[in-house]
């Protein structure tokens, strides 16, 4: 994230045949400051007479870009001064990126291949990729060659899709990168960590890499196994930090999803490739990306002891801008089988609101180019005010927000599918039915949520603690 505050992001990875419905899903929250606005905008298609430059104001990282560029979905933060930081999005052609998830490389890695201060970092992936690629492996080899010649300013994760295939690519130093395939059959979480473990250089189909990485650590002498090459072992961290900071979390999305299998949250050996014990629906990952350790000592706001509430770092908090969750399917046209669901503020007191890829256009609360501060024309401070009014006073209003939140995803639901069944009559125009649909949905949350914060409002005017319960027969 942001390389002017610490932040950092949690991911999740699902193939097409561990998924409810065969659609692939990749989602990620977006966590930098507790107050950091997003908007979310439609980029259009265009097809420019020369080519154009893209110059980073983050730093400096410079690309020349292709003329024509497809249209695609992004969340931009409310100002450019830092970088674009588009972050997330789907485009015309069915490819979903996002990008990035912090990753931290070790220093004897760091000393061999340091980073490249002018190099590609976070703020530009989506920006000089999404746009250009028509399949995922498209997306992944894109983003290697850039790295291969510009070099990276920041080692991170990036995740990068389509209606077949999912991939995870990760950046391990300067100019040293690997991404794997996810398997059809199953899933993967990550928590800023190295996640990639063993590379087959045999296997070009599930595995692609930098040109020149087994020389790399073969010259440098940074593979400590006797046999194999271990990825996060050879380019990753393995401390104190990363047991109470990045491994509880992928003990908890492991443990929602193999629920069977025992594991240490605090272990450095947690699999990155996982098959779960049932079949993954989009909600799932949704929850999963709004968790904090329900049903365990290390809830936050659950039950443990002050130690244990504290210990870890929780999967939804204050810090998140935005979360997202990418569906693509090939069982519709992509205009409405492709959907970019899109959270504003903290995962567990928000709303993931299902908006097509075939838009063209979003609701003028998304779009609202708002200033740092709170303006309550904005889609991310209407839904981030929920959360503020809810913090000191959970107890009276999280049931409120609970049945709110029900209430929309069966409309959610109801949209989608009227939508997309829609969708099979040829002589339906998928652009209106995209548009309709998606402005919908986000209507129906914005209106709720605008609703709910007047009634937290209302409600919290009596709990002052210069109050006073008067008998009212006095």
Not at 349 to 355: D, E, G, H, L
């Amino acid at each position: 994230m942001n390389n002017f505050e610490f932040s950092a992001c949690t991911s999740i990875l699902v193939g097409k045949n561990a998924t409810t419905d065969g659609s692939t899903l990749i989602g990620r929250n977006e966590d930098c400051k507790a107050a950091w606005p997003k908007r979310f905008i439609v980029n259009e298609h265009q097809v420019l007479d020369k080519p154009q430059k893209f110059v980073s104001k983050d730093n400096g990282f410079t690309l020349e870009l292709p003329k024509e560029r497809g249209k695609y979905t992004s969340t931009p933060e409310w100002t450019d001064k830092y970088g674009v930081f588009e972050e997330d999005g789907i485009n015309e052609y069915g490819v979903a990126i996002s990008a990035t998830e912090s990753t931290y490389a070790n220093n004897k890695v760091l000393g061999f291949d340091p980073l490249v201060s002018n190099g590609i970092g976070e703020e530009a992936i989506v920006t000089v990729v999404l746009p250009y690629v028509k399949s995922a492996i498209e997306g992944v080899n894109r983003l290697g060659e850039i790295i291969n010649k510009y070099g990276a300013s920041e080692t991170n994760g990036i995740l990068i899709s389509d209606s077949e295939n999912v991939w995870y690519f990760e950046i391990g130093s300067g100019h040293q990168w690997v991404a794997q395939r996810i398997p059809d059959d199953s899933y993967a979480v990550v928590a800023n960590q190295m996640a990639i473990q063993d590379v087959d250089f045999d296997d070009s189909d599930n595995f692609k890499w930098s040109t020149d990485i087994q020389k790399f650590v073969a010259d440098n002498s940074l593979n400590s196994n006797r046999h194999g090459f271990n990825f996060r072992e050879i380019f990753g961290t393995q401390n104190q930090s990363d047991a109470y900071y990045s491994t509880p979390r992928v003990w908890y999305g492991q443990k929602m999803f193999n629920p069977e299998i025992e594991q240490d949250p605090e272990s450095q050996n947690l699999p990155f490739i996982r098959k779960s014990k049932q079949l993954i629906s989009v909600f799932d990952a949704q929850d999963f990306l709004s968790s904090h350790f329900q049903e365990t000592v290390y809830d936050p706001i659950g039950n443990g002891t002050e130690a244990q509430k504290h210990m870890f770092r929780p999967i939804s908090l204050a810090k998140t801008q935005e979360s997202h969750v990418l569906q693509l399917s090939a069982k519709y046209p992509k205009e409405i089988g492709d959907i970019h669901w899109l959270l504003m503020g903290v995962g567990s007191q928000s709303t993931f609101v299902p908006f097509f890829a075939g838009i063209t256009d979003t609701p003028k609360e998304y779009k609202y180019k708002v200033g740092h501060d709170y303006d309550h024309e904005s889609a991310y401070w209407i839904f981030k005010l929920v959360g503020i009014l809810i913090d000191p006073h959970y107890l009276q209003f999280n049931e409120q927000l609970k049945d709110v939140q029900n209430q929309l995803i069966q409309q959610y639901i109801a949209n989608v599918n009227e939508a997309q069944i829609a969708s099979l009559n040829e002589k339906q125009n998928l652009t209106e039915l995209a548009n309709h649909y998606s402005f919908k949905s986000a209507n129906l949350a914005l209106t709720a949520y605008r609703n709910l914060a007047a009634k937290f409002i209302t409600a919290s005017t009596d709990f002052s603690p210069l109050n006073y319960q008067q008998d009212l027969n006095l």
